[in-house]
């Protein structure tokens, strides 16, 4: 155990000396075009020398006088390196370095991958040995061939083998490459040959017939045996099944894909024929006149905020690797375990930026589950919090032991904006979290999850989550893209956004605050964002596709027309921070439209995030945990509420300040949330707020409150503001439904239906009859005008 303990220590090491070793970007161009133009000058000096060495010689001793000159193309380096290399060393043969040496320079040059490098240079080396020796043995005239090193290893080798024993060792040596390199099988030589065979035979035949045709009575018969002798040869091809295999599948490639490529050539021919549909044509005059619809337009000259605008929380280089607590864990962690007689195998350190990973490979034989429940005595040995056991690691066959750095390091926000993750990522809303366990920034599309549900206990790091989701992405959205409903019953949190209201925020038509504080108004804001979802709806259905991004894309390419009330449709994020509170005032009211919502809504581009604090079970219900997949842990207080949010514990073992834990129905994933401060939220919504706006916030559709109708239906006065039009379009049609009332003046279904009933008490519409529309009772709009009129008097 002892010696396996020790033999896990260099390993640790070569984690802390990686970093120095990496070299950047622009210094492996540097050095892969030094190394390119160095082997040039070599190949050149080498080359010459076979030329020049005879007068090039004599000059060796004299490289230090300026006077003297060499004849090779690179003077006296060049006459020395190649003394060197060629004379000294291996020949001919050395002209291989300069390739390989080329061949590095360029893999370095272009950043490729350099483990085919390894595998090139070591075959190149054996080449480089191999031809020495083989020229040291047959050329032993021209001592210029096999080089010095070429003629020593043969005479070393003849000394022992004598000449047989040194032509057996060259032929062994060929044979190894041959299979090893070509994957020369005497089968696949066989084969060749036999297929060389036939092709000569043929051509035998070939020319055989050609030479006939002098015969005229043998014209005719030429022209019969043409074909058969080119079945013939198909034929015995054919025969050679399995060994030859890729040189058959190339003739028949050849012949096979050059047919199908005409076919399809015919076949595109005649779609280009076919009619393209008018719509089409309209459109794509359309976008010829004007260009695709550019939704950005209107904020034109928007600028999307800098990275400087956050702030690197004093962590410049990455995360500081304290070797001695690495080894006072690792040793803690063997120690405890051998303790209850566990061995471990293997052990190996991933470092996080606040807790470090130790995989463990026990012993053959030993449960996974008894080290499971020594979890406790692994944390108190350790004196550490947060110690996680993750047994095994989901595709991989290991333990993990996760245990918190002493000294954890700050992710801060900028770090993973600025990560070329984030920047590349081709997400509709990509949100960076923060940084896995194995310091990956950590990157999601919330339009993926599709909604959020984010849980723990006060102060560890909730409200910061939420302002990297929202700083996420307002880094990568422009205003016209997507809007946000801000829901904070706390006031404080999420006031800064205030300032970008006309370019990010939602709101109901009539109330004057962006971000809703009050219980009652959410309410009204998720009803009519549950109207907003079937307006949506009812767009995508006439428009004929299946979800947002399509219908955005087909309205772009002016495939859909204004003026049929289409419309580019942004994203739609609700943030509910504090959903405990909501629920206990609100109930059923709030839960029912959050569940439809989150059911129905991915499609149409609306995202939930909810935030709370108490994830109780009469908090996320089993409707709402069924609809939220996408779910996010920090620190809580019991392993119940770990269960509630993550169906699994974990949670409970959390260190806090942004450490947590993150699943989207499977596996669950370990981040350290990247931490954004409050003044760098403010000073990013100041940017944003100070530019060219929308004269408006968002507005979503209207929702009246079902309890503000239903006493007062019968007041002319308490009427709803529709209610003349609605009576105009029901008399018009002579059609007494709601559901005209919805379409014509695009209102709700209960609005709808309380219009219906004030149209009923005012004598338009006769009464509920079921399944049927209800009748009119006023025949025109004169009549209906008259009625109204009197009604006042
Ligand atoms: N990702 C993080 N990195 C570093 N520190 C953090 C991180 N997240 C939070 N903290 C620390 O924890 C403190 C509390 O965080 P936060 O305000 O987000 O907690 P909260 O869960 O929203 O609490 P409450 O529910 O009471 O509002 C922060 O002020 C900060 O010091």
Redesign the pocket.
């Known amino acids: 155990m002892a010696k396996k303990a020790s033999k896990s220590r260099p390993k640790a090491k070569s984690t802390k000396k990686k970093n120095p070793l990496r070299i950047s970007k622009q210094n492996k161009i540097i050095l892969g075009s030094l190394l390119i133009l160095f082997s040039i000058a070599l190949f050149f000096s080498f080359v010459s020398f076979y030329f020049t060495w005879e007068h090039d010689q004599s000059l060796l001793s004299e490289f230090k006088d300026r006077n003297e000159e060499a004849k090779n193309l690179l003077n006296k380096f060049g006459a020395s390196i190649s003394h060197f290399f060629v004379y000294k060393g291996f020949g001919i043969s050395t002209l291989i370095i300069p390739f390989l040496l080329c061949l590095s320079g360029i893999y370095m040059f272009l950043g490729l991958n350099k483990k085919g490098l390894l595998n090139k240079w070591i075959w190149g080396l054996l080449f480089l040995i191999w031809f020495s020796i083989a020229f040291g043995f047959f050329a032993t005239e021209s001592p210029l061939l096999g080089g010095l090193v070429g003629y020593e290893m043969n005479d070393f080798l003849q000394d022992y083998t004598g000449k047989i024993g040194v032509l057996l060792l060259l032929l062994f040596g060929l044979v190894f490459i041959m299979v090893r390199l070509f994957n020369l099988t005497p089968e696949g030589v066989a084969a060749y040959f036999k297929s060389k065979r036939n092709e000569l035979s043929a051509d035998f035949k070939n020319t055989k017939s050609d030479k006939g045709s002098d015969n005229p009575e043998e014209i005719t018969k030429s022209g019969e045996d043409e074909e058969p002798v080119i079945i013939d040869t198909y034929t015995h091809k054919e025969e050679i099944p399995h060994l030859n295999k890729e040189t058959d599948k190339k003739e028949l490639e050849v012949t096979v894909p050059e047919n199908l490529e005409e076919e399809q050539l015919a076949m595109e021919v005649e779609q280009i024929v076919e009619e393209p549909e008018e719509v089409d044509v309209l459109a794509n005059k359309l976008v010829d006149d004007f260009g695709e619809f550019d939704p950005t337009l209107e904020l034109g000259n928007y600028k999307f905020p800098t990275i400087d605008l956050l702030d690197a929380h004093g962590v410049t280089g990455g995360i500081t690797i304290n070797q001695e607590e690495l080894e006072e864990n690792k040793n803690k962690i063997v120690d405890t375990l051998k303790n209850y007689k566990i061995g471990i195998a293997q052990i190996k350190a991933t470092i996080g930026p606040t807790v470090t990973l130790y995989e463990i490979v026990p012993e053959a034989g030993i449960r996974i589950s008894k080290i499971k429940n020594l979890e406790d005595d692994i944390a108190l040995s350790l004196a550490a919090l947060g110690i996680r056991i993750i047994a095994p690691i989901p595709g991989k066959g290991t333990i993990g032991i996760e245990v918190p750095n002493k000294n954890a390091t ?2 801060s926000m900028r770090s993973v904006i600025a990560s070329s993750k984030f920047q590349k990522a081709e997400m509709e809303l990509p949100i960076a979290f ?1 940084k896995t366990i194995s310091n990956e920034t950590f990157v999601v599309d919330l339009a993926k999850m599709p909604h959020l549900l984010m849980a ?1 206990a ?8 939420l302002n990297a989701v929202l700083t996420s992405l307002l880094y990568k959205k422009h205003p016209a893209e997507v809007k946000f409903i801000l829901v904070d019953p ?1 006031k404080v ?1 999420l006031t800064l956004y205030n300032k970008i209201e006309r370019h990010f925020l939602a709101k109901l038509p009539d109330s004057e605050e962006a971000i809703i504080t009050d219980n009652t108004k959410v309410i009204n804001t998720l009803n009519s964002l549950c109207i907003e979802m079937d307006n949506r709806y009812e767009l995508l259905k006439l428009a004929m596709v299946r979800n947002l991004k399509e219908y955005n894309t087909k309205f772009k390419a002016r495939k859909l027309n204004p003026n049929d009330g289409h419309k580019f449709l942004p994203y739609i994020v609700l943030v509910i921070d504090e959903f405990a509170d909501l629920i206990m005032t609100a109930g059923k009211e709030v839960e029912t439209p959050i569940a439809r919502l989150a059911q129905l809504a991915r499609a149409i581009g609306i995202h939930l995030i909810v935030a709370t ?1 108490r994830p109780s079970v009469n908090v996320i219900t089993g409707i709402i945990k069924a609809n939220f997949p996408a779910r996010i842990a ?1 620190r809580v207080t019991s392993k119940i509420d770990s269960r509630t949010i993550l169906d699994a514990q974990g949670a409970d073992q959390l260190i ?3 450490d947590m834990l993150y699943t989207q129905g499977n596996d669950v994933t370990r981040i ?4 954004v401060d409050t003044p760098e939220v403010a000073k990013i919504t100041e940017y944003i707020g100070s530019q060219r706006a929308y004269p408006e916030a968002h507005e979503l559709p209207e929702y009246v409150g079902e309890d503000s109708g239903t006493s007062v239906d019968y007041d002319i006065a308490d009427r709803d503001k529709m209610f003349r039009e609605a009576a105009e379009v029901i008399v018009t049609a002579q059609q007494g439904s709601a559901s005209l009332i919805q379409r014509k003046l695009k209102l709700g279904y209960n609005r709808a239906g309380r219009i219906i009933d004030q149209l009923e008490a005012a004598g338009i519409v006769g009464p509920f009859e079921g399944s049927k529309a209800r009748q009119v009772l006023v025949t025109d709009l004169v009549a209906l005008d008259q009625l109204l009129e009197n009604e006042i008097k």
Request: glycine share 30%.
């Open positions: 700050i992710v923060g723990g006060t102060g560890q790091g909730k409200s910061v989550g706390k949190e604090q920090f806090g300040r942004g350290q949330c990247a931490f």
